[in-house]
């Protein structure tokens, strides 16, 4: 059995650390308490809970986006992608322009970004669809022009704000797969959002459950399988063991 990408690569440096991290929001709202969790270069870490628990204000902590009211949140490195739920590409650029958008930003080269653009659209599978306009793609390929915008940055920790939760289940699975192979590749350390057991279980080297609001961390649950997935692995009982475990502790968590 060979877990892979993690013999070679620089396996294991802490990314992103959150230590008993809380987060009150002006006006009082308790989002988050006591969050330990920490995602190492090689890990796909995935957290599941109920709307409003917290999940998207741990993310946008990660990305310090938004400042911890207690404890630490400790984010090792600068070169950090965030995808979110919504694809959030501008409509009046084509795709090529969107995902060279990033490298505008930082101030590279027409040339440089050009190359880097390309490869990323090569990557998640879009090329031929350079020239197209938003509004002319499926949701399953905008998407995957905005995981190509954030590849440009080529993150050390990447953010996943439920990417996929809008697009049909076939699609899903498609992209999960695109993700895992880049995963793979590219060897960041993932913090992945999802409302979806199975997508949380399929994804991850560990499923983190949080409880309803305010958001704390009810179980851990290590997922052994090799990367990338074998697609069959869903209809393993190993595979639906863990699913039932996941599920468990979120409904126990609610009840
Ligand atoms: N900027 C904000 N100001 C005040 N309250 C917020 C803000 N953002 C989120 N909240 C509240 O914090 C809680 C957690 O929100 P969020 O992190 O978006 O949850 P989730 O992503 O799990 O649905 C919710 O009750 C939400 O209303
Ligand atoms: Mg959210």
Same mark, same amino acid.
């Given at each position: 059995?060979?877990?892979?990408?993690?013999?070679?690569?620089?396996?294991?440096?802490?990314?992103?650390?959150?230590?008993?991290?809380?987060?009150?929001?002006?006006g009082?709202?308790?989002?988050?308490?006591?969050?330990d969790?920490?995602?190492?270069?090689?890990?796909?870490?995935?957290?599941?809970g109920?709307?409003g628990?917290?999940?998207?204000?741990?993310?946008r902590?990660?990305?310090?986006?938004?400042?911890?009211?207690?404890?630490?949140?400790?984010?090792?490195?600068?070169?950090v992608?965030?995808?979110?739920?919504?694809?959030t590409?501008?409509?009046?650029?084509?795709?090529?322009?969107?995902?060279?958008?990033?490298a505008?930003?930082?101030?590279?080269? =027409?040339?440089?970004?050009?190359?880097?653009?390309? +490869?990323?659209? $090569? !990557? %998640? *599978?879009?090329?031929?669809?350079?020239?197209?306009?938003p509004?002319?793609?499926?949701?399953?390929?905008?998407?995957?022009?905005?995981?190509a915008?954030?590849?440009?940055?080529?993150?050390?920790?990447?953010l996943?704000?439920?990417?996929?939760?809008?697009?049909?289940?076939?699609?899903?699975?498609?992209?999960?797969?695109?993700?895992?192979?880049?995963?793979?590749?590219?060897?960041?350390?993932?913090?992945?959002?999802?409302?979806?057991?199975?997508?949380?279980?399929?994804?991850?080297?560990?499923?983190?459950?949080?409880?309803?609001?305010?958001?704390?961390?009810?179980?851990?649950?290590d997922?052994?399988?090799?990367?990338? =997935?074998?697609?069959?692995?869903?209809?393993?009982? +190993?595979?639906? $063991? !863990? %699913? *039932?475990?996941?599920?468990h502790?979120?409904?126990e968590?609610?009840?």
């Amino acid at each position: 059995m060979t877990t892979v990408a993690l013999e070679d690569r620089r396996v294991g440096e802490v990314l992103v650390d959150f230590r008993d991290v809380g987060m009150t929001y002006q006006g009082g709202t308790l989002a988050l308490e006591h969050i330990d969790v920490t995602v190492r270069r090689g890990e796909f870490v995935t957290v599941v809970g109920p709307s409003g628990c917290g999940k998207s204000t741990l993310l946008r902590i990660a990305a310090g986006l938004e400042r911890e009211t207690a404890g630490e949140c400790d984010t090792r490195t600068d070169r950090v992608g965030f995808v979110f739920q919504d694809a959030t590409l501008l409509p009046w650029r084509s795709v090529q322009q969107n995902v060279e958008l990033l490298a505008e930003l930082n101030g590279r080269s =027409r040339a440089e970004r050009a190359v880097t653009a390309r +490869e990323a659209i $090569d !990557l %998640v *599978g879009l090329s031929g669809f350079e020239k197209s306009m938003p509004r002319e793609l499926s949701g399953g390929m905008r998407m995957r022009a905005s995981l190509a915008r954030s590849l440009t940055l080529d993150p050390d920790l990447f953010l996943f704000d439920e990417p996929f939760g809008a697009l049909d289940e076939i699609t899903r699975q498609r992209l999960n797969d695109e993700l895992l192979r880049l995963f793979v590749a590219k060897g960041f350390g993932g913090l992945f959002i999802t409302h979806s057991v199975a997508e949380a279980v399929y994804l991850s080297t560990r499923v983190v459950v949080m409880s309803g609001r305010p958001g704390h961390v009810v179980d851990v649950v290590d997922v052994p399988f090799d990367m990338p =997935r074998d697609p069959d692995i869903r209809y393993t009982p +190993e595979f639906g $063991d !863990l %699913v *039932g475990r996941v599920s468990h502790s979120l409904k126990e968590a609610h009840a």
